[in-house]
């Protein structure tokens, strides 16, 4: 069974960093994807930033500018840096990956593979 591990999740100060990583991986073909989302209790997941398999990206609104997303295929391993990082964008981060055939790949529809999440904090 495939299982995406994620790690570096943790707390800091606003205007801080931290670095998400999201290891193992499943598919290789072109319409593969791979993506982080977000959750706070009480609200849907959402979309924070996506990585095709030719290397395009897609970031939402809120994170443009201060989120990277990232890959390493040797290690089949996907990254998040999130730098200037602000209180709302506290919540529990999942990787997550699957195959996209439209638009908007920052849709959960795509996905079939979830890590298990990772909380961060940021404290004003």
């Known amino acids: 069974q495939v299982q995406l591990v994620e790690s570096g999740g943790g707390s800091v100060q606003a205007g801080g960093s931290l670095r998400l990583s999201c290891a193992g991986s499943?598919?290789?073909?072109?319409?593969?994807?791979r993506a982080w989302f977000r959750q706070v209790p009480g609200k849907e997941r959402e979309g924070v930033a996506s990585?095709?398999?030719?290397?395009?990206?897609e970031y939402a609104d809120f994170v443009r500018g201060r989120f990277t997303i990232s890959r390493d295929n040797e290690k089949k391993t996907l990254y998040l840096q999130m730098d200037k990082l602000v209180p709302e964008d506290t919540a529990m981060y999942y990787c997550?990956?699957?195959?996209?055939?439209?638009?908007?790949?920052?849709?959960?529809?795509?996905?079939?593979?979830w890590g298990q999440g990772n909380q961060v904090t940021v404290s004003s």
């Open positions: 997550a990956e699957g195959r996209s055939y439209g638009p908007n790949k920052l849709d959960t529809k795509w996905y079939i593979f």
């Open positions: 990585i095709q398999n030719l290397g395009s990206t």
């Open positions: 499943v598919y290789s073909d072109p319409y593969y994807v």
